[in-house]
């Protein structure tokens, strides 16, 4: 991904379990139409108010737990994004269940050219939009286009 004004490179790796790709897509999300740097030097506090993104835990998580997280002032408080959150980590256990891991559930996706994954995971995830798609790839070190190609 090319520097550009205004957009620090994220770093890549690949997660060693769901938890951590529900971490990244979270943070793609919620870094979409906000400061990056805001959202980084918060994410301490996203990773504790999250319970570390345990995919089960956040799944489970009701309307109390959405306004614990709507008062932490540690975190952005973006109600859509939180709610989006707590969705994707259900959808995400429904993966676990049809593919065994999100990782085997992004080599089903391997034969689509990127815009067909890109509308996959968009359709199938909630805020996950064409640049968050993108973002999360490159972080999750997928295969993904030149920025301006995208």
Known sequence: MPERPGFEIPPRVTPGDDNGYLELMTKAIFQAGFSWQVVND????????????????????????????????????????????IANASQLQGIRREFGSFARYLRSLDDLPYRERQKVLSKQFKNLGRT?????????????????DR
């Open 42 to 85: 918060k994410w301490p506090d996203f990773v504790q108010a999250f319970d570390g993104f345990e995919v089960d835990r956040v799944a489970a998580y009701g309307p109390e737990d959405v306004d614990r997280l709507l008062a932490n002032p540690g975190i952005v408080r973006n109600g859509r994004k939180i709610e989006a959150t």
């Open 132 to 148: 968050s798609v993108f973002v999360f790839l490159w972080c999750v070190n997928e295969d993904v286009p030149d920025w301006e």
